[in-house]
Structure formats: C-alpha cells, structure tokens
C-alpha cells in the first residue's frame, strides 16, 4: 500500500508544471476573504456575510457565517482563515462604525457593529419585516420596493456586486462597510448627485 501511495504522489509531482527557476512555491493556492451579500441570510437577517475561497480571481467556495463571527475575526479578535494575521481590518478600512469609541483603543474589541443595521437599507425603500408595536428601524435607501434601481446597481458595482445577490469580498466588502458608513455616499446613493 505504501508503494502504491509513493508512485502515485511521485506521478502526481511529475505532472506538475516546472520551469527553469519555478518549483512548488509557485504553484497558485486558494485564499480566504471575508464576504457580504445583500440576500437575506442566518437568522433572517436581510444580508448574509461569508468566509469566502478564491482561487485565480474567482470564488470556488463561500460559507455563511454570523454576525458576531464577522465582527470577532475581522477585528483579529479570534482566529481566521480570511485574517490570518489577525490584524482590526475594520481599522485597516476605516469602517467607523465598527470601532470603539473613545482615544486610546487599540487592543479592545466590539462584539457588534452598527453598520450592519444599515446593510438592509440598500436593498429595501422600507423594511421588509412586520415590526414589534414601537419599534422604527427607519426607512430604506433603495428607490424600488425590493431592490436598487438602476442607477443604484450601478454604483454597488464598484465593490463587485453587479446583481443584489453577489458578493462583495475581501477589499471590496470593506470598502462597502465603510461607505454604508459614509453619509456623502449614503446621500449619493439615495439621491444621485
């Protein structure tokens, strides 16, 4: 049995392509990003966020995750395949929303983000939920019932959401984050200038 394994690892090895200076190091691997869509997703939220694998440009695989999963492994708080170095990327992208408020805080970390009671409101002119007696979540930024018009898709492509059901991922999902944060964008989306 071993033989046979051996032949076959050494068959495989010989199959892979080696030019002069190239050797395994140079062979493309998968990584990890975080992700965020703007389908309803855990929980019936009305987004779902991702642990997202990609390989040569392309997402091969993408694993919903909650809410407070998002939050601890983009602030580094606990470990990650799409944070690997454990560094805050809400700090990295400047997402404001999911910082600690206050001047020296660095090294502490928030279970929660207000961004994301936000991410509803791209998608929707209203909420689509029936609401508990007294409670007012606001009105959406979409300009159609159920989705973003035109003109609002258009300008959800720059983070690669060309239809409401993509992903934004890696860079992308935190540029959104931080833009959803950004009340000039925010009035652009809803408005257009």
Not at 51 to 72: A, H, M, N
Request: proline letters at 5%; aromatic letters at 12%; hydrophobic letters at 40%.
């Amino acid at each position: 049995m071993c033989g046979t394994l051996l032949r076959s690892v050494l068959l495989l090895l010989t199959c892979i392509p080696v030019t002069s200076g190239q050797g395994l190091s140079n062979v493309p691997f998968a990584t990890y990003a975080f992700g965020v869509s703007l389908n309803t997703g855990l929980n019936n939220q009305l987004f779902t966020l991702f642990i997202v694998k990609e390989f040569e440009g392309k997402v091969i695989q993408s694993d919903p995750i909650t809410r407070e999963q998002f939050v601890l492994q983009a602030q580094g708080a606990v470990p990650s395949k799409a944070n690997p170095l454990n560094i805050n990327l809400f700090r990295k992208f400047e997402v404001d929303l999911c910082l600690p408020l206050g001047e020296d805080t660095i090294g502490r970390y928030l279970l929660d983000c207000e961004v994301f009671d936000h991410l509803w409101k791209l998608r929707f002119w209203e909420y689509p939920y029936k609401l508990r007696e007294g409670q007012h979540p606001g009105k959406g930024w979409a300009e159609t019932r159920t989705a973003p018009s035109p003109r609002q898709l258009l300008l959800l492509t720059d983070f690669g959401m060309l239809q409401v059901g993509d992903l934004a991922y890696g860079e992308n999902a935190f540029r959104l984050l931080h833009d959803v944060g950004d009340s000039a964008w925010v009035d652009n989306y809803r408005k257009g200038y």
